[in-house]
């Protein structure tokens, strides 16, 4: 009985909400401005939702923050909760400016539609700010920036330029990442987006992917590589460590000389193409299900030996290492 009349009630305010409603149709329109004092040491934590965030540093030891927001409402019916559909928080707490972007879940007895067409964080502040960013939609745009950045991002494109932080470290979802010109630790974990890296000189850099691809060029470092079906593709690449783990995607890589290489590489159904340069000295120990998937285009190898999984030998005195393992994909290295 209970059940059967909270039916018959939620039927008659729909019905009321369609037939004698409020018909509402508005446009919002609000900007924010904010600045905060700061010193070395201070840290800026931001949660943006789906605004987009674009951070440019700048020489006064100010954190100056502009928002826009720009969205249209269509509704009919009875709408619940707060009146106020965006808003942001602003305050400092010690060694921290904390801005949050809000924007109001509310219910309604009806229809209502809220359209998006500009939600957009402009940020100055010195390089030396500490950054803690969250989001989920909004893409981040970071170019100069000197200090510590963590940013977790759902969907939004991360696009970061000239970093030479301590550590930077990424967490996202089916957002894509760029980075150019990064110099320090880097840890990245994404679901489908991509990753691209360029003249980036890693002290440590640790990538977890899952169905996305990654691309490095010019870059140098300690790598460590885990990912499921994306592929791996690498040109000009000076690696001092190497660990990929890899499942069904495809891996190449172009590999510059380095004093010593000691490299890892496993994989399940996906090939393996590796490109040395030459005067490269490494020892390598290849192995598959059969040797008729490994084929080495290498002059002058020493102390070659084939069995029926795997070849190994050396060249130029075999300084570094190379090791690949697979299960069904092809390897070929020159």
């Not at 500490?130 to 000197?146: C, E, F, M, P």
């Not at 590796?274 to 490494?282: C, K, P």
Request: hydrophobic share 35%; net charge negative.
């Amino acid at each position: 009985m209970t059940k059967k009349f909270l039916a018959l009630f939620i039927l008659s305010l729909l019905i009321f909400s369609v037939h004698g409603g409020t018909a509402l149709a508005k446009d919002i329109n609000k900007d924010f401005h904010q600045t905060f004092d700061v010193k070395r040491g201070d840290s800026l934590r931001l949660r943006h939702g789906d605004g987009n965030v674009r951070l440019t540093p700048w020489d006064k030891d100010i954190i100056d923050v502009k928002v826009r927001y720009r969205a249209a409402i269509d509704a009919v019916g009875i709408r619940l909760g707060s009146k106020d559909d965006f808003n942001v928080d602003f305050r400092q707490t010690g060694n921290t400016v904390y801005v949050t972007g809000k924007e109001t879940s509310r219910g309604t007895i009806g229809f209502y539609n809220k359209k998006q067409y500009e939600y957009v964080y402009e940020i100055h502040a010195p390089n030396y700010i500490r950054l803690d960013l969250g989001g989920d939609d909004g893409n981040v745009d970071i170019s100069g920036w000197a200090a510590e950045i963590n940013c977790r991002i759902d969907d939004g494109d991360i696009t970061l330029q000239n970093l030479s932080g301590d550590k930077t470290e990424i967490r996202g979802d089916d957002g894509d990442i760029e980075i150019d010109n990064l110099k320090g630790e880097l840890m990245i974990e994404v679901d489908d987006g991509d990753i691209f890296l360029t003249a980036c000189d890693l002290t440590r850099c640790r990538m977890e992917a899952n169905d996305g691809d990654i691309t490095m060029t010019t870059s140098k470092g300690t790598f460590d590589i885990t990912v499921d079906d994306g592929n791996i593709d690498t040109k000009q690449i000076t690696a001092t460590g190497l660990i990929i783990r890899a499942e069904d995607g495809d891996i190449g890589l172009d590999l510059l000389a380095s004093e010593i290489l000691d490299a890892d590489i496993r994989t399940d159904d996906g090939n393996v193409a590796v490109n040395l340069e030459e005067g490269f000295s490494l020892s390598f120990h290849i192995s598959a299900d059969d040797t008729d998937y490994i084929r080495i285009d290498l002059d002058d190898i020493e102390d070659y030996r084939e069995d029926r999984v795997s070849k190994s030998g050396r060249i130029n005195e075999g300084n570094g290492r190379l090791r690949i393992r697979t299960a069904d994909g092809d390897i070929h290295i020159r």
